[in-house]
């Protein structure tokens, strides 16, 4: 059973937008926290705490906005201002019950 549903990768012309989202499974309770990450080295890109805090990487700082979205256990990301070097799969993340969980991933391909 996949863990998390991503959806909303694709390609996106330099300075435009795209809505990532994920959601959980049931079977992953107790979500401390949940966002994304990209690439090989899993740079950070957002995170939204239980509380409703937010994390950003430093490099889409002011660009991506992390949210809750509609349903129970899922997060939203949009992404504005688009640049190539936002190119990567973006892997959905979660912290719960100690535990680390991970996404498949979505690719992201910013390319005019």
Not at 22 to 27: N, W
Not at 100 to 110: A, D, E, F, K, L
Request: aromatic content about 10%.
């Amino acid at each position: 059973q996949a863990q998390f549903v991503e959806s909303g990768g694709g390609l996106a012309q330099p300075g435009g937008s795209l809505k990532l989202s994920c959601t959980a499974s049931p079977s992953i309770p107790n979500i401390y926290y949940m966002g994304w990450y990209r690439g090989e080295q899993r740079e950070l890109v957002a995170l939204i705490h239980s509380t409703g805090g937010t994390n950003y990487g430093d490099s889409v700082k002011g660009r991506f906005t992390i949210s809750r979205g509609s349903a129970a256990n899922t997060v939203d990301l949009q992404m504005n201002s688009l640049k190539p070097e936002d190119t990567a799969v973006y892997y959905c993340h979660a912290v719960a019950s100690g535990n680390q969980y991970w996404g498949r991933g979505t690719q992201v391909t910013v390319s005019a």
